[in-house]
């Protein structure tokens, strides 16, 4: 464990100067080819229904794999596991070339979707042991800012090549998680030799480490539902395009700042004003769909205020419940929960909104966020801030 007074940036850290550039590289591949290979599917022949198939194919693969990540660090290590995951999301991303056919784009994601499950659940689990524990909050801040960035930059940028003919440029880019082998070794120095334990360590783990993952599922159900469905109900102007950014803008610096807050004062109240201001955003929106503008994008802001700190809050609060042992397992549980609360958002609502509205939707969500109240509040108990 890295000793750091308590005025050191935590930025001097090799550890975490290591995390931040490998987490940097990982996500630019994954945000490169999120919403681009879809369009790029599309121009090669494939129906715009079904193009999302390799999106989902992704992220299913993600899911599942990344509960067998904390088996395969007790067996072979944090190291190794780490170096082969940014191997199998980088090293396939150029094979995207050879075939814009649908079936050989899900191929070549399921592939690296197993890369992008071991980076996640390590990213967030090395988050967490490379800082001291009084400033784990701040260091899971650093490791969500370096997630952000990509987010911000790369999902457009991707797009922006594959409608303008250059998809050979957005598949040799996403190999950029090769370049983060060499920062391995440095990044793992620190960590402890076996943070890790299975059976019925490993389950306990899970069941301690449930209760904030679960808060964690409704909060990216409803983010899920903002991304996808906002610009649908809103395809013309400007409005849903400068929502969403600012949406991912208080979501990225909640996330980096809400952990340094959370080593002051604890996340017990934090998490759930992390949940209540996500639901007032939420219900924002709802009322600016039918009201105008203004309000759509004051809670877009205020809603990705509360989701930012929401995801900061319930990794810890996870980490805190399952003991220093447990820790890659609560982040496999915590990520698989991102992902499948991403996924659910993404289909789920829109089955809604046909039969309701969007606007009736995103209110009944945001009750929804209000309801897992009482659970953000218990998701706390047992944590050690």
């Known amino acids: 464990m890295v000793e750091s007074g308590a005025r050191t940036s935590l930025w001097r850290l090799?550890?975490?100067?290591?995390?931040?550039?490998?987490?940097?590289?990982?996500?630019?591949?994954?945000?490169?080819?999120?919403?681009?290979?879809?369009a790029y599917a599309v121009a090669g022949g494939?129906?715009?229904?079904?193009?999302?198939?390799?999106?989902?194919?992704?992220?299913?693969?993600?899911?599942?794999?990344?509960?067998?990540?904390?088996?395969?660090?007790?067996?072979?290590?944090?190291?190794p596991v780490l170096a082969a995951g940014l191997v199998a999301l980088g090293a396939p991303s150029p094979l995207y070339v050879l075939d814009d056919g649908l079936g050989?784009?899900?191929?070549?994601?399921?592939?690296?979707?197993?890369?992008?499950?071991v980076l996640t659940v390590l990213g967030s689990t090395l988050a967490?042991?490379?800082a001291p524990p009084e400033r784990r909050g701040e260091s899971i801040g650093l490791y969500g800012l370096a997630i952000?960035?990509?987010?911000?930059?790369?999902v457009p940028a991707g797009v922006a090549l594959v409608l303008a003919g250059h998809s050979a440029w957005v598949a040799w880019l996403a190999a950029s998680?090769?370049?983060?082998?060499?920062?391995?070794?440095?990044?793992?120095?620190?960590?402890?030799a076996a943070p890790t334990r299975g059976g019925e360590s490993s389950r306990q783990a899970a069941l301690a480490a449930l209760a904030?993952?679960?808060?964690?599922?409704?909060?990216?159900?409803a983010g899920g539902a903002v991304v996808t469905f906002l610009p649908i109900e809103r395809p013309d102007g400007a409005l849903a395009t400068t929502a969403l950014l600012l949406f991912g803008i208080t979501g990225a610096l909640t996330r980096w700042r809400a952990g340094v807050l959370a080593d002051r004062l604890g996340h017990r109240l934090l998490l759930p004003v992390a949940v209540l201001v996500g639901a007032v955003g939420l219900l924002l929106v709802a009322a600016g769909l039918t009201a105008g503008a203004v309000p759509v994008l004051l809670g877009a802001a205020v809603f990705g205020a509360g989701f930012g700190a929401a995801q900061n809050l319930t990794l810890l609060a996870a980490f805190g419940r399952a003991g220093s042992h447990g820790t890659t397992t609560a982040s496999a549980l915590w990520n698989a929960s991102f992902d499948a609360g991403t996924a659910v958002g993404a289909l789920v609502p829109g089955l809604v909104a046909a039969g309701v509205?969007?606007?009736?939707?995103?209110?009944?969500?945001?009750?929804?966020?209000?309801?897992?109240?009482?659970?953000?509040?218990?998701?706390t108990r047992g944590a050690v801030s």
């Open 46 to 79: 494939t129906g715009v229904t079904t193009a999302g198939a390799v999106t989902t194919v992704f992220l299913l693969v993600t899911i599942a794999v990344q509960m067998t990540v904390p088996a395969l660090t007790a067996r072979f290590g944090i190291g």
């Open 104 to 117: 050989w784009l899900c191929a070549v994601s399921a592939v690296r979707g197993a890369g992008f499950a």
């Open 14 to 38: 090799p550890a975490l100067q290591a995390l931040v550039g490998a987490t940097t590289l990982g996500f630019a591949s994954y945000c490169l080819t999120l919403a681009s290979l879809p």
């Open 212 to 221: 904030p993952s679960s808060v964690l599922f409704v909060v990216t159900l």
């Open 128 to 130: 967490a042991l490379v």
């Open 148 to 154: 952000a960035v990509p987010n911000l930059v790369a």
């Open 357 to 379: 509205g969007l606007p009736w939707t995103y209110a009944i969500l945001a009750a929804a966020l209000a309801v897992v109240l009482p659970l953000a509040r218990a998701a």
């Open 177 to 192: 998680p090769l370049l983060a082998l060499p920062l391995v070794p440095r990044l793992v120095r620190t960590v402890p």
